[in-house]
């Protein structure tokens, strides 16, 4: 049974396998062995010519490396109505949450099967959906069927929102989150994880993150929160008693390893140095910051928070935010917009940035004893970047390649858990054509029964 599950694989003969390890070994001409669905094996392709395997893929045109986290991605129904906020204008978030609320449980599960194709076949191995899936149950069939991991809570607030959020009495939104973590946390092998997902600071009282919080602790899992700051944030946590919102968590108790602190644009050097001696981590989207101008040159804080030793993973937040589901151009966002910001080149190297998308990431989320390095031991979540394409000619540095010259379209093949998900481009869980013509079909009914209106093209369409 479990050699059917898992065949053993072995990646062989690979241009470069770059790993992650603590040594931060890049083997050319390397091989990766894959047995019971976990990494048994990574060397140099001569050291592990006599072992052979169920399946074995040539890799000699390829870079492999571990499979990307996104840590912050909502992909419930975006996907239907890319495009229609007037990109370039205003904050879409009052219609997001109304269509968002609309949204049918097959509606739903349409469209988060299309935002997983695009994970996958961008390289995202584990994604943390903050909240945004409705119909969970529905949308199981398409966590099983792409193999994907995935992170996933139930919003929830207790008080008002600029927007609508779902928001329930205090104990409501507690025992929902109690009744969630124990239905879904550690479903499909270990793939699926719950965790507690209160929307911010600003929408939850004191009472309702306390006991999320210890709900989180009491099922050995994690909670997520949206979180930014900034003077003027800063200055109405003073009737709080905090200098912050995020020293206004700690006092809370609320701040610990388990948490994920979601974008912390605007953040002082105070709330830096609370983040990391509470171990807490944070999840931040550099595509959204830079399309939504928010301001990176002053409220990034990447390179302090790094610097301080918090674990940072990167996300693409939303189809209407990042817009793209790709974490290699998350990647190359986040090395290019601190250079700029700062004015040194030296700002987010290639190396951190690939860290940030692969083993730090990994150990923000809490799953980076399990994933993140190709290490004998780890699961076998790992990516085969094709070179075989302009944009990664010449080949002398695979990471600069990647960060720089490359994006996800050039990821040739993933596994995940020991499994081949993509394989030479195509995954074989889903008709794409047949499931986009579908999606499409979805945002027009969702737009005529919510009767949210596109902003058209600002040119003429004739
Ligand atoms: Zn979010």
Not at 185 to 198: E, K, S, T
Not at 367 to 373: A, L, P, T
Request: charged letters at 25%; proline letters at 6%; hydrophobic letters at 40%.
């Amino acid at each position: 049974m479990s050699a059917m599950a898992h065949p053993t694989l072995k990646i062989d003969n690979a241009r470069y396998v770059v790993t992650l390890d603590p040594e931060r070994r890049i083997v050319r001409d390397g091989a990766v062995l894959v047995e019971g669905g976990r990494i048994a094996r990574v060397g140099k392709a001569a050291e592990l010519a006599a072992v052979g395997a169920d399946r074995v893929i040539d890799a000699r045109r390829m870079v492999v490396t571990p499979g990307f986290v996104n840590g912050h991605m909502h992909i419930s129904y975006a996907h239907a109505v890319r495009g229609i906020f007037a990109d370039d204008v205003g904050s879409p978030l009052p219609q997001v949450f109304k269509l968002q609320g609309a949204m049918t449980e097959e509606e739903e599960y349409l469209t988060s099967l299309l935002g997983i194709v695009e994970l996958v076949r961008n390289g995202t191995v584990c994604f943390v959906d903050p909240g945004s899936t409705k119909f969970p149950d529905a949308c199981l069939q398409a966590y099983q069927d792409s193999g994907i991991r995935v992170i996933l809570g139930e919003c929830v607030t207790d008080r008002d929102a600029p927007f609508p959020l779902p928001r329930y009495p205090a104990d409501e939104a507690i025992s929902r989150t109690a009744a969630f973590l124990k239905k879904w946390h550690g479903r499909l092998d270990g793939r699926l994880r719950a965790w507690a997902m209160p929307f911010s600071p600003e929408t939850c009282s004191s009472e309702l993150l306390r006991a999320l919080k210890r709900l989180a602790d009491e099922h050995g899992t994690s909670l997520t929160l949206h979180h930014n700051s900034g003077p003027k944030v800063r200055a109405d946590y003073q009737p709080h008693g905090a200098a912050s919102p995020t020293q206004y968590l700690e006092g809370l108790g609320v701040l610990g390893p388990n948490v994920v602190l979601a974008h912390v644009l605007g953040i002082d050097d105070a709330e830096i140095d609370c983040m990391a001696r509470n171990g807490t981590t944070a999840a931040m989207c550099p595509v959204t910051a830079a399309k939504g101008g928010r301001g990176v040159p002053t409220h990034g804080r990447l390179p302090e928070l790094l610097a301080k030793g918090v674990k940072v993973a990167l996300g693409c937040d939303s189809p209407n935010n990042s817009n793209h589901l790709d974490i290699v151009r998350a990647m190359n966002m986040a090395a290019l917009q601190y250079k700029d910001a700062r004015q040194d080149m030296k700002m987010i190297p290639a190396e951190t940035a690939l860290e940030l998308a692969t083993l730090t990431g990994a150990q923000a989320l809490g799953v980076g004893d399990e994933i993140g390095s190709l290490e004998p031991g780890k699961k076998a979540d790992l990516l085969l970047f094709d070179t075989e394409r302009p944009e990664w000619q010449a080949l002398f540095n695979p990471i600069s390649n990647l960060v720089y010259n490359a994006d996800g379209r050039s990821v040739h093949t993933v596994v995940i858990d020991g499994r081949v998900v993509v394989d030479a481009y195509r995954q074989s869980f889903v008709d794409e054509p047949r499931l986009y013509a579908k999606v499409q079909e979805v945002g027009e009914k969702l737009l005529a029964r919510t009767g949210v209106t596109p902003a058209p093209p600002r040119w003429p369409v004739v």
